[in-house]
């Protein structure tokens, strides 16, 4: 097993720090009251993964919470080219904040902070066998807003941890959403169906719709608990699970238990991407 | 208008410090993930207001969220005696969390942090007037912990700006629960009544519960969305708030839409209590 190169050069107040340095007050809104904007994406050989994408929903979540950061979208680039350069590693993670400066509520200005991280990838036998997902009746507050809002993921990751379970599925009344970090495909036949609201809108989502698009056409509609069961194979997206193959639900196997063949297509298409170096 | 003091000595990791050095890292859990026990208090004439049910709630919290602190009840009592003694003020309030250590999921053990806030009394027009709510449907994640995740009350604060509401009272189906920062309850003829399950529960419900005990039984129960309007009074409570009569929800006015008897009479109870100073 390589050992990975932790970055450890992040963005605050408009300079370049050490990571260390980079903290909140335990009573800013980011703290106390679990307000702030997020973003995630990966350095994939130097280059950031689909960041078009990446930005273009960081400025929606801006919106929805009604907050705003004192950079441009262009120099929020250069910021995430400055990260890379500076930490002299090619693949790793970047976390993007925006935390309200007021300590009461949401006003203008937020603060900008850009922080690399690091995570191994999930084991190739995972791909190759499938993960598990548990299921708990939940739905995200403001879904189409990525917040720093996890606190029924961190809950539930101690029972995800005991029933060996990659993340957890969430559903409300019949309907089935997300995970607590990733998107839901159902395969049937030679569809692809996937739930078209409450979620956010992953990125990773967004790549399967173009690299499903010809054989496999992605449908967005409404799914129910029930569907889950009839699937022939199923598979959750997240930039760090990339295209995971899922084939246990709260003890239910899906399909015939083993990795289809449309699950192994759209992953091998999603890495050919990342090997493409963008 | 009297000019109110600001404490700044807080408390963290073992020492008494400047509250400015009190700060937390961006991708901790606290701010990453919003996930962290919280707790409030009122410091008056120099005496922590009800600290026991403050300190039972703070390790209920815990408990739920599968966190544990490094120090005892007595030792956080002592600590909090030390931060009225640093500050020399005798008025003001009191904010703890706990802030697990592990930036991936809730372990143990939590890091404490307790920093003295100040903020000014609602003014007398409002308990003499009464406030206004707005209505939305929300239910808390872990009701029964009172966590940091305040993400919806933030979020509507906007709307309650506009419509000078107060507070943000939470239903979820036909049922009404709580407030986004205080707990509510209905008056009519001689009877109190107040919602029973999906809420924190407030300590200054609790005292409200021992002072309306003997001429105004409070009755715990579910209460519906038309409850309401056929209330004749109603009020929240919370630290900040003490009793708060409301006189509107959502456009529609409360009772006769004056403050009444028993209203006056729980918050005259109350005001007595903080004048006896504990």
Not at 43 to 63: A, C, G, M, V
Request: glycine content about 4%; some cysteine.
């Amino acid at each position: 097993m390589t050992t990975l190169q932790t970055p450890n050069t992040a963005f605050h107040n408009g300079i370049f720090e050490h990571i260390s340095k980079i903290r909140v007050p335990v009573d800013s809104l980011i703290a106390n009251r679990a307000y702030g904007a997020y973003e995630f994406l990966r350095i994939n050989h130097s280059i950031p993964f689909y960041l078009d994408r990446h930005l273009e929903r960081f400025f929606k979540t801006l919106d929805i919470l009604r907050l705003s950061v004192q950079f441009q979208r262009v120099e929020i680039e250069q910021i995430i080219h400055g990260i890379i350069q500076k930490n002299g590693i090619s693949d790793f993670y970047i976390k993007l904040f925006a935390v309200p400066e007021s300590s009461n509520k949401a006003v203008n200005p937020s603060e900008l902070f850009i922080i690399p991280c690091q995570f191994p990838d999930y084991p190739g036998e995972m791909y190759q066998n499938g993960a598990n997902l548990i299921l708990k009746e939940y739905s995200r507050f403001l879904p189409e807003a990525k917040t720093t809002n996890y606190v029924a993921s961190v809950y539930w990751q101690h029972e995800m941890d005991e029933k060996q379970a990659i993340d957890v599925l969430y559903f409300a009344g019949d309907e089935v959403f997300e995970t607590s970090r990733g998107n839901l495909f159902l395969v049937k036949g030679n569809e692809i169906y996937t739930p078209d609201k409450n979620i956010l809108k992953g990125i990773t989502r967004s790549i399967v719709m173009d690299l499903a698009s010809e054989e496999n056409p992605v449908k967005e509609l409404a799914i129910s608990v029930r569907n889950l069961f009839w699937a022939d194979e199923i598979f959750i997206t997240s930039t760090t699970k990339k295209i995971m193959p899922i084939v246990k639900i709260k003890n239910a196997t899906i399909g015939d238990s083993l990795v289809g063949p449309v699950s192994k297509k759209i992953l091998s298409l999603y890495n050919n991407k990342l090997n493409m170096r963008n």
